[in-house]
């Protein structure tokens, strides 16, 4: 109801009627470019183009029909006689197209669905709110007055709630980050979203044939997938990769990977596994740039379950239509503007650059450059071509055009990286504060979770049962290295929240929340 208002109100303004003197007649036509909104010229332009070819097609198709209308009976006789005196050429057409829909079989990509996924929800003593976060890192006595008070004003302007979740080490007083416990945060974020996946899912842990596990500041020996192997009792010829030091955007390379691996095993189930470990990567030093991240990120993880079984695709909920990965590393500045390194005093962390927002926008314009051709509608596409020839070729001087991506997608998780990379995106994409607020909301409740906060988000989505079968869903994340990776999804059916069970289940009632743009910290 409140989104039907909403657009009530939106349509009731974007018809402006401009007061005119009683006795005063007027021939001239009105300004429709004040009483009727681009957008609505623009989505009709839309419709227009999307169904040209339907509209091309519909006459042609009378045509045929009318000219088959007009043969009789002896014609189609007639025909038929033909056809037995050029036997061979009947058999050799038919061989023909029976080994080209065999080829076309067999070569086609196989389709990838999601069956379902869960994220790991910590208990309850595991919250910190920001009072908490900021009684703790004084208590370490590893922090000046002055960075204190810096982490003060990040996490005042972070967007951040007073639900999220650190890991018991880190909590401790005093902390206690150590392999042992790095090791039980680990066990307990993939253990918990696994064990969940697989109740809702039904399929038993032998019947995995590809795992693929991704964190990018924690890697141990043996590997967090050979962990998730041994404690599940995975079967002995079970495809294993643990990705590493691929930062925030790993969860969709991981996606990617597991659905080229899909492509050349039939039949197959492949567990992904995204989650980053908080305990041996607090940084307890006085570096500026190293001190926000303890600011942003948190605990948390997810667990996802793909499948290329056709029989799979009644109970899935998504079918993976793209994925696209640009990697800017060649670049020197892109390279380094998420660096883990020692400071000064031999304490390692991770120091964000101060160029990170120019080269995330940078990677975002590769990414979207290429994605675009794949998902806008022609509509979009021409008034690209347009505009890009017209600056181009004959100078004139216009500005760029920007595809709508409302028009390819219905919903959008935008990795919950922090505040400033919400706001830039919600900017440069001219999307709504509806489209946003999957992404503001994790944010909000669970922090920067690193890679697995895209899941977070279409939790989000699902239990405000905003999901209907055919939505196109885009998953966007930023990543070091510098990377910017894309996932398109459609959804196979429609989701009923009634029916699921999501950390979000107990508390969507309480959402969207109004965030400040800064809330001061009582400390």
């Known amino acids: 109801m409140a989104d039907e208002k909403e657009q009530n109100r939106e349509n009731t303004a974007s018809v402006s009627v401009q007061p005119t003197p ?67 050429a009947v058999v050799l057409c038919s061989t023909l197209l029976v080994f080209l829909a065999t080829l076309y079989y067999m070569t086609r990509p196989k389709k990838v669905y999601l069956v379902d996924f869960a994220c790991y929800k910590p208990e309850t003593e595991r919250k910190c709110t920001r009072e908490i976060f900021m009684e703790r890192s004084a208590l370490t006595g590893s922090f000046s007055d002055e960075n204190l008070s810096f982490q003060k004003k990040i996490l005042e302007r972070s967007g951040l709630g007073q639900n999220t979740y650190l890991p018991e080490a880190v909590l401790r007083v005093p902390p206690n980050p150590c392999m042992a416990e790095a090791r039980k945060e680990a066990e307990a974020v993939m253990f918990g979203a696994i064990d969940e996946l697989l109740e809702k899912t039904g399929v038993k842990a032998k019947d995995i044939g590809i795992l693929v596990v991704n964190c990018s500041l924690f890697n141990p020996t043996p590997s967090l997938s050979a962990m998730i192997v041994n404690h599940y009792k995975l079967r002995g010829n079970v495809l294993s990769f643990n990705l590493g030091g691929m930062g925030c955007s790993a969860g969709l390379i991981s996606i990617d990977l597991a659905k080229q691996l899909l492509q050349v095993h039939p039949n197959s189930y492949a567990l992904v596994v995204s989650m980053e470990n908080i305990t041996l990567n607090w940084y307890f030093g006085n570096n500026r740039s190293m001190l926000v991240s303890n600011c942003l990120f948190r605990m948390g993880g997810a667990a996802i379950l793909l499948s290329n079984r056709p029989s799979d695709r009644r109970r899935s909920k ?20 998420v660096f883990q390194q020692e400071d000064e005093t031999k304490r390692i962390g991770v120091a964000l650059s101060k160029d990170l927002m ?3 926008g940078e990677a975002l314009k590769t990414n979207i450059t290429t994605l675009g051709p794949l998902v806008l509608p022609m509509s ?43 706001d830039e995106l919600e900017k440069n994409l001219e999307l709504s504060e509806w489209h946003m607020e999957p992404s503001r909301m994790t944010l909000y409740r669970f922090g920067n979770t690193s890679s697995s906060s ?47 069970k999501n950390p979000w289940m107990d508390e969507i009632h309480g959402f969207p929340v109004h965030v400040p743009k800064v809330e001061t910290i009582k400390c």
């Open 318 to 337: 998504y079918q993976l239509i793209h994925t696209v990965r640009t990697h800017k590393g060649a670049d020197d500045r892109c390279y380094n503007c």
């Open 358 to 360: 120019a080269v995330a």
């Open 454 to 500: 895209l899941w977070y988000e279409l939790a989000y989505s699902e239990a405000k049962g905003r999901i209907r079968r055919g939505d196109r869903t885009w998953q966007i994340a930023f990543g070091s290295g510098f990377k910017c990776n894309s996932a398109v999804w459609r959804a196979l059916r429609t989701i009923d929240p009634a029916k699921e």
């Open 22 to 88: 009683e006795r005063r007649r007027s021939n001239n036509l009105p300004n429709f470019l004040l009483s009727v909104k681009l957008k609505y010229v623009k989505l009709g332009y839309h419709y227009l183009i999307s169904n040209a070819m339907y509209l091309l097609l519909t006459p042609l198709l009378f045509v045929v029909s009318a000219q088959i209308a007009t043969l009789s009976v002896e014609d189609v006789l007639q025909l038929w006689d033909q056809l037995k005196f050029n036997l061979v």
């Open 380 to 422: 979009e596409q021409l008034l690209f071509f347009t505009t890009l020839v017209a600056r181009r070729i004959f100078k004139m001087k216009i500005k760029p055009y920007i595809p709508d991506f409302k028009l390819a997608f219905e919903h959008f998780c935008i990795h919950a990286g922090g505040r400033a990379v919400l």
